[in-house]
C-alpha cells in the first residue's frame, strides 16, 4: 500500500522560510513523478512543483510560476524522502501543502501538464503552512 506522510509546516511571518517533507513507502517502483500541491480555502488545488523522484529522467523538475526562485523541490532517495524548501514566503502562500505521486509510467512533457493534479494517484493527507503579514 502506498502511503505519502507529510511533515513541516507550520506558522511564519512574511519573509520567513520553512521546509516541508514527504516521506513515500510501499511503492513498488523506483522511478515516478511526485510534486507538492497546495490548496487555499475556497481556491483550487494548484501544482506548486514536480519532480521525477528516483534519480532517473534528467534532473526533471517543473515549476508553478508563483514558486519561481523561492522554492526548491528536491530528494533524498535514500530516505525515500520528497522536501520542498519554501524561503521568502508570501502571506498569499497560506495553504495546505500535499504531496503526490504519479502511477509508474505516467510520463508529463511540460509544465502544464506536470502541475495537475489529475496527473497523480496518490495523496498525502496534508500540512498547513500559515504566512502572516
Known amino acids: 500500500q502506498v502511503r505519502l506522510v507529510e511533515s513541516g509546516g507550520g506558522s511564519v511571518q512574511a519573509g520567513g522560510s520553512l521546509r516541508l517533507s514527504c516521506v513515500v513507502s510501499?511503492?513498488?517502483?523506483?522511478?515516478?513523478?511526485m510534486a507538492w500541491f497546495r490548496q487555499a480555502p475556497g481556491k483550487e488545488r494548484e501544482g506548486v512543483a514536480v519532480i521525477y523522484f528516483g534519480g532517473g529522467g534528467g534532473g526533471i523538475v517543473y515549476y508553478a510560476d508563483s514558486a519561481k526562485g523561492r522554492f526548491t523541490i528536491s530528494q533524498d532517495n535514500a530516505k525515500n524522502t520528497l522536501y520542498l524548501q519554501m524561503n521568502s514566503l508570501k502571506p498569499e502562500d497560506t495553504a495546505m501543502y500535499y504531496c503526490?505521486?504519479?502511477?509508474?509510467?505516467?510520463?508529463?512533457?511540460?509544465?502544464?501538464?506536470?502541475?495537475?493534479?489529475?496527473?497523480?494517484?496518490?495523496w498525502g493527507q496534508g500540512t498547513q503552512v500559515t504566512v502572516s503579514s
Open positions: 503526490a505521486a504519479a502511477s509508474p509510467g505516467v510520463y508529463l512533457p511540460n509544465s502544464a501538464t506536470a502541475l495537475s493534479p489529475y496527473q497523480y494517484t496518490y
Open positions: 510501499g511503492y513498488p517502483y523506483r522511478n515516478y513523478y
